[in-house]
Each structure stands twice: as C-alpha cells, then as structure tokens.
C-alpha cells in the first residue's frame, strides 16, 4: 500500500496541514486525514498540489518549437511546417517523440494528458496493421507513467465540401462508420496492451472541427459512441472557420454542434475564441467544458477567447498545451488569466483558487478521469512544489500559481507512484536524439500555405 503524507496541501483554494493520503490498489485515493503525524514508511513531500490535467495536446507539433519564429506570417503559414514535420512520423519515431515529450510533461507538472491524435495511417492513406500509431502513444505513455486519455480524432475532410489534401491523408478515414469501427477496434487493442496498468489510459474521442467533418458524420459519431467516452472539438479558433460554416450551414459553428445535438457535458470545445452571446449561452447552458489554450492561442496569433464570459455563463474552463511552443500548468493557467486583464484593464479576473480548478478539476473531468481535488475516490494524482525557490519564497501558498513555474516542481505522483523527482528528468536528452531526426527543415515547404478556414 502506497501512503503519502504532505507537509501542506493546497485544494480547493485552502491550505490543509499534516495531510496522510493512503493509495488503494487502483491508484486512487482510499482514505485521507488531515492533521495527522507521518507513518512509518510514508513518502514524505512538502507543499502539495492536486495533479494537472493537460486537457488539449498534440505532441508532433513539439517539433516545431523554436524554429518557426523567424519569417512571420499566420496560422496557415505555421500550419503549412507542421504538415511538413507530420509527414515525416513513423510509429517508431512517434513513439520516441511522444516518450520526450510526456517526460516534459511530467517534469513541469502536468500529471494528465489528452492526446488530440489524427495521424492514423500511412502518409499515403493506407493503414498500419495493428493500430501502430495509437499504440505508440499507449507504449509512451506507460513508459513515463503518465495518465493519457487518448482523444482518437475522426478527420474525414480538408475544408466544408472539401476532399482531404495530399498532406491530411493520413489523418483520414473513409467515413464515419470506418472511424468507429477503428475506434472499437481499439479500444480492444489498448484493453490487451495495458492489462497492467488498467487505469492510466483512457480511450476517449474527438471530432476534428465542423470543416473536417460533416453534419451527417457529426451525428453518426455522436450515435455510435459509447455515452461516458470524452468527446472534444476543435471550435472556432479561427474567424475563417465561421465565415465557412455561415455560408455552408447559414449558422456558426456552435449553433450547428447545437443543432446536432452535440452539445453536452459530455464535450468539450476547444478554443471557442470567436463565438457570439449565442453561443456561449448554449455552450454554457449544455454543461459542456471551454478548454482554452492560452499559450498557442497567443503563440500563433489566434486572439483572445471570452474565457471570463465563459466563466459567468457557468461553462468549466480548463487548459490546454495544444501545439506544445509552452510546457507548463503554470504559464498556461496565468496566460488565462493575463489574457483577461489585457482586454479589460483590470486584474484578479480569475481567482487563484478558480485558474488551480481549471488546471485541475476541471481537466481532469473534461477527460474522463473524475476529479482532481484530492478526495477519496479521486486519481492520486498530485504534484509537489518548491515554495522556496527564487520565484516562489515569499508568495503566500493560495496565490503561488501566479509566482511559480514548471521548474518549481520537486516530484510528481500519478496513481500514488512516483514518476518524476527533481533533477532526474530525461526529457532533454531525449529530444536532442530524436528531434535531429526531423532534420533543420522540419519547416518544409511553404509554397502549401494557404488561407483555410480552421484549426490544427
Ligand atoms: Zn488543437
């Protein structure tokens, strides 16, 4: 039996003293009691935080980060270089890019992932005989030790009445029928591939966009799919991807998902950065979860989404990495916030106890894992941090997601075991071996880019 025993832990907007969380066999927690001694044989940890859930991520475009700053140009131009590096990933190098890439993760703090993956086949179109790229990521994600849900995007057009292009072929399935059959075909596949570690991968679910996918496919996913899988959306991170569907449907985006049917607590939107009233009321309205991914929305120009009216409506937020230029719960969480205060002149738009909830809770909820808030029955899941160092001495402990960073993290526990200590992490090394691989022309070429109409 794994038991914890914190110093101090910050939840729900309180700091609890003397906190002893016991592990039961399932890596959750069985039972917690605050004000009580260590036990002989406790892990003892500092300053405890619950885990963070890293609610939207596409680990490829890793890549890119620190080699497309140079030439300005748009989304459709950085767009254009992250074809040029998917094209090159094969399951053997998916899978060491991805083992990096969750090690980072895990070094900074976040403790869940939901993998946002559409390449499926081959370059050409074609499959792989037994689910290699999915299982790349499954592999990886034991390796590291971190809870991945797996959000297996169907893909099936490259714009509204469009065929895929040469570059999204491999993102593609024939329809929707064929997407769900390789769904459930799947989840077998992961069902054997982790008998060992049933509760760290979780098979969930995305609809690429309204323009990747059609109405009727919209509604034979929703059908076809069991009724407690994740199932998340890239909306309207780009104004072009409502022009589309208002000259298409003669509606936004939201208002068709609306009119599917789609909206519910079971989805989540991703990004909702240029929405009207409308239809934030009915995301809101629907219990679906607004994950705002502040670092890329501001790294490739996207603008600023209404997360605060979001907030009011009652929609949870929660936080994602998406195109991995930022590793970082922190820097994410205060981009939240920063972005708030930009547009209104004001601060304390979020509270610190609300940005900690959409970094955790929330996320986690959002990705099929229940909660993060350190109750029993929840993941122990939970992230210890230096409340001394350079950045963080002198904060007081409930505002310390404003002070810290990813680099204040002294050790990671997912499922009561420890994945990451200090000073031990792999991730760089990792990277120097396997991002030579992609070569100094991962950028590609950019004679492909094009105004679209949305979304990576
Ligand atoms: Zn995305």
Known sequence: VTSLWCERVLVGGEVRHDVRLVADDDGRIADRRDGVRPE??????????PGFADTHSHLFHRVLRGRTHGDGGDFWAWRSEMYAAARR?????????????????????????????YVHHRPDGTAYPDHDMELALVSAALEVGIRLTLLDTCYLAGGIGAALSADQHRFGDAGAEAWLDRWHALRSAIERATSDAPDLVTLGAAVHSVRAVPPDAISAVLAGLPGDVPLHIHLSEQPAENAAAESAYGRTPTALLRDLGALSPRLSVVHATHVTEDDIRAIAEAGATVVICPTTEADLGDGIGPALDFAAAGAPIAVGSDQNAVIDPFLELRGLEAGERLRSGRRGRFAPADLLSAGTGAGYRALGLGQSAMRVGDPLDLVELDAASSRTVGSRVEQIVLAATGSDVVSVHVGGRRVHTRGSGRAAERYATVLAEFGDDASGDRSGARPGTGNA
């Open 40 to 49: 002989p044989g406790d892990v003892r940890l500092g300053l405890v935080l």
């Open 89 to 117: 990933l094969t399951p053997e190098l998916y899978q060491r890019l991805a083992v990096a890439v969750f090690g980072e993760l895990v070094e900074n703090g976040w403790t869940a992932v939901g993998e946002f993956h």
